[in-house]
């Protein structure tokens, strides 16, 4: 199991120190939720931040826009080279032009669907995508609790996606802990992103490695 620690709920106060206390404490990826104040009732940060946190890691990002108007953020996220960039199939009309964009800036595409929306809706993008990530929150703010009905759907996307592209990877995003990590694993989550879980954590590289 990958796991991927969401900045979300460090300690933005001394930033650095946090992102590189993950990246040595065993994270395989640094997740970013990148939201806008329109498509999320929240706010969080844009690429001068994202920058320096890029340079503060030694581990790949995994930007997560939660964004309207994706083909703008894409533009101005691309020159950071995260690993990963999705964007929300609920706020895009063109998603598979937007897939083709964001493979020709040298990064690899993800889809992230919230939790209302069905693994189908993106059935014949999965052939182009080397990621989709599920939502197990509504989308806006860490410390939730994880939505049971993500696990099913886990297991119903992983069908989909040995039959389109075994190659793809599964994310879960959202309330995931300790508890919840066995369950998501048996029905094929590839990365576990954490965020109060981790963060909030007295002993971190424990939580890091109870994830994996
Ligand atoms: C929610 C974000 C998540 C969030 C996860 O909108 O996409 O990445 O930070 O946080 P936890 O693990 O605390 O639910
Ligand atoms: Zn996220």
Same mark, same amino acid.
């Given at each position: ?16 120190? &946090?992102?590189? %206390?993950?990246?040595?404490? +065993? ?39 939660? @964004? ?14 995260? &690993? ?15 897939? %083709?964009?964001?493979? #020709? ?6 889809? @992230? ?14 052939? #182009? ?6 939502? %197990? ?24 996606? &040995? ?11 959202? +309330? ?13 989550? #590839? ?18 490695? %109870?994830?994996?």
């Amino acid at each position: 199991m990958l796991v991927a620690p969401s900045i979300l709920s460090a300690d933005f106060g001394c930033l650095e120190r &946090e992102i590189k %206390s993950v990246c040595d404490l +065993g994270a395989d990826y640094v997740h970013i939720d990148a939201m806008d104040g329109h498509f999320t009732p929240n706010l969080t940060f844009g690429p001068v931040v994202v920058a320096a946190v890029a340079k503060a890691a030694s581990k790949p990002l995994d930007i997560h826009l939660m @964004t309207e108007n994706n083909p703008f953020f894409v533009e101005l996220f691309a020159p950071i080279k995260p &690993e990963f960039l999705s964007f929300h199939i609920e706020e895009e009309k063109h998603p598979h032009r937007l897939i %083709s964009r964001i493979r #020709d800036l040298g990064i690899r595409p993800a889809i @992230t669907l919230n939790p209302h929306t069905s693994e189908q809706a993106i059935e014949y993008l999965l052939c #182009d995508l080397d990621m989709v990530l599920l939502m %197990s929150v509504n989308p806006g703010f860490g410390g939730q609790k994880f939505i049971p009905s993500a696990l099913e759907k886990t297991r119903r996307l992983k069908e989909l996606i &040995e039959k389109r592209n075994p190659n793809c990877l599964i994310e879960i995003d959202g +309330g995931v802990n300790d508890q919840n990590a066995p369950a998501l694993k048996e029905a094929g989550a #590839d990365i576990l992103v954490a965020g109060a879980y981790i963060f909030g954590a007295a002993d971190r590289k424990k939580a890091i490695e %109870s994830l994996k």
